[in-house]
Structure formats: C-alpha cells, structure tokens
C-alpha cells in the first residue's frame, strides 16, 4: 500500500478547505489537499448571491440579522467570531491579495446588495456567479503554492484512528487520535494512505441525500459519515435549510432559481395557472423562504403534480435577460425560454446547518481531527441560515483553523513529536461492485429522504424512514464489504449513513424550528 506522510490533511478543496490549505502553507507546513473531482468541482463554485463584506455602521446589526434567521438558536460565540474576523478574512485574501473581480460602480468603489433578512447592503458580489470567481482566484493560488500538493479524484474512504488503524496493538490504548485516512484514488483504483499530524474535514454539505437538492453530485455528507465511525460528535442535523425554487425538469440537473426573480415581480402558480401562495401568506409568492417552500412540497402531495411553476409574464423579455443573464441562458439550454413560458420549479435541500461540532478553532473531540466550511458545525447558524454568511464562514473556518494548527505544531513539542504509527494494509475484495445496484441504492435513499424527512416531517414519516434505511444500510454494508471500492459506492454508504443520522436528529427532536418543521401526528 503506498503511504503519503504530510503535516496536514485537507479532505475537500472548496473555499473552506483552499482558504486552510493556503494558510497553513503560509506558515511552512506541508498540505495535501484531496477532492472528489476537480478543483472547481464544488458547492463553493456554485454559489450565486455573494458574501458579506461591509458589517458598517453596526457590526451588531449583523449579528442580530445571523441570530434572527437562526429562530434564536445560533451560538452567540460563533456569531461574535465571524462578525470580528470577516471582513478581515475577505480583505485579506481575496480584496488585497487575489483581486477577485467583484462588482464595482463607476466609481470603482464595491457594489453592496442585500438579501432576505439582511437589514443592511452589505454583501459583495460578481453578478450571479460569486462562488466562481472566488474559488477560480482561490484554487489558481493553491495551485501555484510550493507546499501544498493537489490531489484531483482521491475519494477518502475513512479515517485512520491509533484505535483502530494503527499497526501496533498497543495504541487502541491511547486517547481517540486521528492520523490521516485512507483514500481511493480513481485514476489507479488503488487505496492509497495518507498519515498526517492534522486532518481537516472540509466535505461540505449533505443536500445529495435528498432526490431534490442544489448542491453538486457527492454532496452526501461524506465527512459527517467519516466522522460518525470514528465517533466524533454530531450536532444540529436536523437543520437542512430547503431553497424553494430549483429548476426541475426531469434528467436535467437541478440549478438554484434566485430569489430575486420573485422580488423584481415573478409569481409562483401550479399546472392549472393557480396562484396558490396567494391564500398561505400575506406576501403571496414573496413569503419567507420556509413557507415558500413548505406551501410547494404540501401543494404537490396534495395535487400529486411533479412541480410548480414561476410565472414572469408580469416582467419584460428585455428586462429577464438582461438582469438574470445566467438563468435565462441555462433554462433555454434545457429547452425554456423564460421570456415566453414559466419556469418549473421544485424546491430542493440546499445547505446544512448542523454537521461535525467543533470549538471556535476548528477542534472536534477527536484529537488531531478538525472540521471547517459546511461540514462543521459551530452552532452559527443554528436552526435556519443567512444568506450569504455560508462562503464567508469558510474563509473565517479555514483561517482560524489553520492558524491554530499553526501556533500548536510549530510550539508544541509534545505534540510535534507525536508518533505518527504506519497503519494498518488495507484489504480490499475483488468483486466489482454493481452500478445498476449501486444507483438504484442511492435513488432508494433520496427518495426515502425527501418523502419521509424533508420539508415537512412527521413521528411517523421518520419512522418508516429509519426502518427503510436500517435495512437498506444492512444491504449496502454487506455490498461494500464484498467488493472493491469505487467513488459511486463509498458514496452510497456514506449518504445511507450520514441520511440515517439525520433522521435520528430529526426523530429527537420534536419541536419545530427554523427549518426543522414536524407537521401535527395526523397529517
Ligand atoms: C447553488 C448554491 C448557491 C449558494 N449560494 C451561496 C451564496 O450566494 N453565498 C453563500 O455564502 N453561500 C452560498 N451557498 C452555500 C455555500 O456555497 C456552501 O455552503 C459553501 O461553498 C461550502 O463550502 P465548503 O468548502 O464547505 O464545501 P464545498 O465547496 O462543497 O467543497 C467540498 C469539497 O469536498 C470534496 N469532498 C467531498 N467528499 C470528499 C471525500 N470523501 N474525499 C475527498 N474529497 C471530498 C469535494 O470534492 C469538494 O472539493 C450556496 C450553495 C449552493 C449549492
């Protein structure tokens, strides 16, 4: 088995796990960065509204905006940390260091929006394609930096902890200890391992679990399930936040339908023309996020139609394209011309609240093992999110984490010297895993998900879904250890497990809130 020694492990090269890699590097440690597919291939890319820059004239109000939307759940530590180090974060790399090209005026000065529940402009933005000209800046850098190495389509597959994975017997003695992970790499088939001072989850979110989602494919969570077998601590996972408006056209894949659509005059109606948002809220098609989405998902079980629609009849041909250029251009390549006809729409699982719960600094309560972006949780969002704080968390995360790896490796000698062990042959069947099982595997879970534990839950929806996964895990389990490993079944077994944990979540907790919502027992 070839072994990979390195000072720290990124497991994702989003803006979080990049924002870690570049820091660290910075300060003379050797990074390997790992990724599903390639280095733009990210929910970071995709990422269209922007992110926070300006919190004047008060810092405080942002942190009001952040715990409002949370339903008053949020960590006030957590928010205190972002609101202090952001703008600090965003200036620093990507204003001074990078010039990414974000909007400007005239004048040359930074062009400011808003979005739903901010009181202020205070996000920074390059049109509809924020996510992509940050990470594009952020990866050429990564790329062009000595000390961190690039690992395109290196899947990791788990963990190695000193109580399971290490070749001396004696070590299941010492505390929970990670020392890196074993990763598949898909160009060669082979597992390879990889043994580091620090690992970093860098994962993001778990939106692929459900059949609807914006996030990219293999978004399923893989460092919640990763960190769940080596029993680190999971928390708020019951909060997944829904968009209410993705594209939906059946074999095309899902794209966000912004907000602000809906703001400049579109109205949401079903199949038969119905503006059915006018008799849930008194905003009609303009109702909170939540609601929006909650009236779609209880529509369509009612009607039993696949979608509902975004009717911009009331809005200019010249007016759509040129305010919404990338939207206008990526429905009509799917046969839509949203001058002329309204755009279906589903809502879909957009962004996880909850995750892998760590301290301020990245700390999960498994030694030498960190979790940053999407993938962790810090309390800040608790039970609901504010747009746009997400890319922003991932540059703070990934800063403030290596920063602190940083000051600990380089100061520490206890911890500098820390004996890395050699782990343990990984044993791999030779039977070749069956896609056709392994798809329909997957479809079987996100299907379960969005059924039984998506908009609206219910005691008894999340209880046919725990019973469907318990048996579907047993299968998957019994798959994966017959046969080789491929990308699309470590896939599977982490989105079975990482789903039965959000079901756990959710069946625990009762009460409805920010975005977790239980329907009464009847419904
Ligand atoms: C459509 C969309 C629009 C959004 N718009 C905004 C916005 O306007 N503003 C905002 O602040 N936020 C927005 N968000 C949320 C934000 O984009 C994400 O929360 C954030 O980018 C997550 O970054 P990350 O680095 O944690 O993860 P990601 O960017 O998702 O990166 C995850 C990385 O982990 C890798 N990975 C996963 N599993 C493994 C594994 N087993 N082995 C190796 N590598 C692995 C992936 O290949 C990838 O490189 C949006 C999200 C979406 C989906």
Same mark, same amino acid.
């Given at each position: ?9 990124? =497991? ?30 990210? +929910? ?9 820059? %300006? ?91 000595? %000390?961190?190495? $690039? ?26 200890? !990670? ?54 601590? =999971? ?42 948002? %006018? ?12 609601? *929006? ?37 990526? !429905? ?34 498994? $030694?030498?093992? +960190? ?45 500098? +010297? ?22 329909? %595997? ?65 069946? =625990? ?5 920010? !975005?977790?919502? *239980? ?5």
């Amino acid at each position: 088995m070839r072994t990979i020694h390195t000072d720290c492990l990124v =497991l994702g090269a989003g803006l979080a796990g990049s924002a870690y890699a570049l820091q660290a590097a910075r300060a003379g440690l050797k990074v390997e960065i790992l990724s599903l597919g390639a280095p733009l291939q990210a +929910n970071s890319d995709w990422a269209q509204g922007g992110i926070i820059y %300006d919190t004047s004239p008060d810092p405080a109000q942002l942190a009001r905006d952040i715990l409002e939307a949370s339903d008053g759940a949020a960590n006030p530590a957590a928010i205190e940390q972002l609101v202090r180090e952001g703008p600090a974060a965003v200036k620093e790399l990507l204003l001074d260091e990078l010039h990414v090209g974000f909007d400007r005026n005239a004048a040359g000065d930074l062009h400011f929006t808003r979005e739903g529940g901010h009181a202020e402009r205070r996000i920074i933005h390059t049109k509809d394609a924020t996510g992509h000209a940050i990470l594009a800046a952020v990866a050429q850098k990564v790329d062009a930096t000595a %000390d961190i190495t $690039r690992r395109s389509g290196f899947v990791a597959v788990d963990l190695l902890t000193l109580s399971h994975n290490s070749v001396d017997a004696h070590d299941r003695y010492e505390p929970l200890t !990670c020392f890196g992970c074993y990763a598949l790499d898909t160009a060669t088939d082979e597992v390879v391992a990889f043994v580091a001072r620090k690992t970093v989850l860098a994962t993001g979110g778990l939106g692929g679990i459900f059949q609807h989602t914006t996030n990219q494919p293999g978004s399923v969570g893989h460092g919640v399930a990763m960190a769940y077998r080596v029993g680190a601590r =999971l928390i708020d996972l019951e909060y997944v936040q829904f968009h209410p408006t993705v594209f939906f056209k059946k074999g095309a894949q899902h794209f966000l339908i912004t907000e602000a659509l809906r703001g400049e005059g579109a109205v949401l109606v079903d199949a038969r023309g119905r503006r059915f948002m %006018d008799g849930v809220h008194p905003l009609g098609s303009l109702a909170p996020r939540d609601i *929006v989405a909650r009236a779609i998902q209880h529509h369509l079980a009612e009607t039993g139609d696949a979608c509902v629609y975004l009717d911009l009849s009331a809005l200019k041909s010249e007016f759509i394209r040129d305010r919404f250029p990338g939207i206008y251009e990526r !429905c009509l390549s799917h046969g839509v011309d949203i001058t002329r006809e309204p755009i279906p729409v589903v809502p879909a699982a957009h962004f996880s609240c909850g995750g892998v719960h760590t301290d301020l600094t990245g700390r999960t309560n498994v $030694r030498h093992l +960190n979790a940053i972006g999407e993938t962790a949780c810090t309390g800040l969002h608790g039970a609901n999110r504010l747009a746009s704080t997400s890319l922003l968390e991932c540059l703070v995360s990934g800063k403030v984490t290596a920063q602190a790896d940083v000051a600990e490796l380089s100061a520490n000698v206890r911890i500098t +010297n820390i004996r890395l062990p050699e782990p343990r042959e990984w044993q791999s069947p030779m039977r070749t895993a069956d896609p056709l099982l392994i798809r329909q %595997d997957l479809q079987q879970v996100r299907q379960t998900m969005w059924n039984y534990a998506g908009i609206i839950r219910s005691g008894r929806r999340l209880t046919r879904a725990r019973r469907i996964l318990l048996e579907l895990r047993e299968d998957i389990q019994a798959f994966y250890r017959d046969c080789r490993p491929t990308r699309e079944l470590i896939e599977l077994r982490n989105g079975v497990q990482t789903a039965l944990l959000v079901v756990h979540a959710a069946a =625990l907790n009762p009460i409805s809130r920010g !975005c977790h919502f *239980v329907a009464p027992e009847n419904e």
